[in-house]
């Protein structure tokens, strides 16, 4: 699944310097190794697509989540961190050293740098065949993967040299030991180090689905979602329920301002991320239909040095998800407040011209959350799209939110109740009759 950098801001996937504070990387992070972490990053911005896949990876997740603690003792054990530090060392191969090495004053330092590299990397070798083992007979397809891929680096020569070397802690010994690892067996560790890593980022996923109380989607033809929620609220979140019909292309969402519409759609953007990770989702039920693409348009920002406005930035945004759906053939998309950089009539003639045109894609499957409702009369009894709604309660001296999702369309403004409500009108009528007796 392609998801690009825009998209990973907008839903808050992982820390950047745009987007501190909670994020989905926080929600599912529990690695302890660079490499590890590494490999979770990998997994969310690169998802599977095919519902093959994305099964494979449920099912291995599961697995881990079976045995938590003690595939975590065998991670630990493997000391990825340190090992990876000891074949980057910088010291010249002792091959290479020039003659009369042992007595010059770093020679101290770099057996002492060797021989803690030589403990970690007998923790690995030890640690490694019986994880490889366990792997290779897990019910899951992913895991005996690795299993085997552990495997037959260990029955490489030079792992086995190795292995012979680390029982002894004799100086000569250090030195070939040294030689072996940074040198003929350094591509062999990596591949061990690049094994485990992916075996720990998906003990990761597991964990934290476990951990949430997460349940697990099923691919499907079409989405249907009961009890979703933002993954971000905690307790404080409102559940929605989302059962489209295999023929909609086009969900599109109307309401006040506060009244939840970003949220939602943040929240199906997050879920459908999760879902093609193969972790579990935010929800009570959900079944999804896999996508190649996951597309999202909420912050836009204009760019004044190169002159584009921000109505442009947002054409160009749209014209982005143009290109996803051509290059990739499908996509899941989330609008919010389509070309609210231009005049009102304008906004509604392209909200309508860009909704239109997604609906008779086959393979798009877009949220657009709007406020322009000029566009509704044309598209109503379309069945490729779908009209929901948010509300607020005006019974009461301010508004209320339940943030539940309703079909239909609101024809709801709160702008001029919002105003009046902070006594912003006011302020501002006390200040010009102020400023008349000061002229």
Request: aromatic fraction near 6%; include cysteine.
């Amino acid at each position: 699944m392609f998801v690009d950098a825009a998209t990973l801001q907008d839903l808050e996937v992982v820390p950047t310097p745009m987007v501190r504070g909670t994020t989905l990387w926080s929600l599912l992070d529990r690695t302890r190794t660079r490499a590890g972490s590494d490999a979770l990053r990998n997994r969310l911005q690169r998802p599977a697509h095919s519902p093959g896949d994305v099964l494979a990876l449920q099912r291995a997740h599961q697995q881990l989540s079976v045995e938590l603690s003690a595939y975590r003792e065998a991670l630990d054990a493997a000391a990825l961190d340190e090992v990876e530090r000891y074949l980057n060392l910088t010291w010249q191969l002792p091959q290479a050293m020039p003659p009369m090495a042992r007595v010059r004053k770093w020679y101290r330092q770099y057996v002492q740098d060797v021989e803690r590299g030589q403990f970690y990397v007998s923790s690995l070798l030890r640690s490694l065949p019986g994880l490889s083992n366990h792997l290779i007979h897990s019910d899951a397809v992913l895991l005996r993967d690795l299993g085997d891929a552990i495997a037959a680096v260990m029955e490489n020569a030079a792992i086995q040299q190795l292995r012979r070397f680390s029982e002894s802690r004799k100086a000569a010994s250090t030195l070939r030991f040294d030689q072996a690892a940074r040198g003929g067996a350094r591509a062999g560790f990596m591949r061990l180090i690049t094994s485990v890593a992916e075996l720990e980022a998906l003990w990761s996923v597991g964990a934290a689905t476990r951990e949430h109380g997460w349940i697990y989607p099923q691919p499907s033809s079409q989405l249907r979602v009961s009890g979703l929620v933002h993954p971000f609220l905690g307790t404080h979140a409102v559940p929605n329920d989302l059962h489209l019909a295999s023929e909609v292309r086009v969900c599109f969402v109307t309401g006040p301002n506060m009244a939840g519409k970003s949220t939602f759609l943040r929240a199906i953007g997050l879920a459908l991320l999760l879902a093609h990770i193969g972790s579990g989702v935010p929800a009570a039920s959900m079944q999804f239909a896999p996508a190649a693409t996951l597309f999202s348009s909420v912050q836009i920002a204009d760019n004044l040095s190169a002159g584009e406005s921000f109505y442009l930035a947002e054409v160009r945004r749209i014209g982005a998800l143009a290109s996803a759906l051509d290059d990739h053939g499908s996509a899941v998309a989330v609008i919010d407040e389509p070309f609210r950089g231009t005049n009102v009539h304008d906004a509604a003639e392209a909200t309508l011209a860009v909704v239109t045109r997604l609906a008779a894609h086959a393979g798009a499957l877009v949220f657009v959350a709007s406020h322009v409702g000029e566009v509704v009369p044309a598209i109503l009894g379309d069945s490729r799209i779908t009209l929901l709604n948010f509300a607020a309660d005006m019974t009461g001296d301010r508004p209320t939110f339940d943030y539940r999702l309703r079909e239909g369309v609101s024809e709801q403004r709160l702008g001029m109740t919002l105003l009046r409500q902070e006594g912003v009108l006011d302020r501002l009528e006390r200040s010009a009759r102020s400023s008349l007796h000061v002229i």
